[in-house]
Nanobody, 120 residues
Framework: QVQLVESGGGLVQPGGSLRLSCAAS????????MGWYRQAPGKERELVAD???????NYADSVKGRFTISRDNAKNTVYLQMNSLKPEDTAVYYC??????????????WGKGTLVTISS
């Protein structure tokens, strides 16, 4: 069993900041990629940012320069520092991990999501 547990969502005013965390636990051998996706009402889920075990990072164009993804491999945890938040950043943010268990490789897991609301 593998679980991804997100935390850090909430309500913040435009221009504010939030930091999301996601911890992976369970029968994990190693994690290849960890990332954050988001889904706004009426829209498809989209990649926000992801980071490989080696530290390679990919950002959506809409968040470049405002969001920073980081990862603690020892803790199987990924973070998303979100600055200069805009109303259009409002969405449910989901943690994703492409990982290897002791039995299987390259399995995709998702967290349950955390709501981020940007509003004055």
């Amino acid at each position: 069993q593998v679980q991804l547990v997100e935390s850090g969502g909430g309500l913040v005013q435009p221009g504010g900041s939030l930091r999301l965390s996601c911890a992976a636990s369970g029968s994990i051998f190693s994690i290849n990629v960890m990332g954050w996706y988001r889904q706004a009402p009426g829209k498809e889920r989209e990649l926000v940012a992801d980071i490989t075990s080696g530290g390679s990072i990919n950002y959506a164009d809409s968040v470049k320069g405002r969001f920073t993804i980081s990862r603690d491999n020892a803790k199987n945890t990924v973070y998303l520092q979100m600055n200069s938040l805009k109303p259009e950043d409002t969405a449910v943010y989901y943690c994703n991990a492409d990982l290897n268990t002791w039995s299987y490789s390259a399995i995709d897991y998702w967290g349950k999501g955390t709501l981020v609301t940007i509003s004055s």
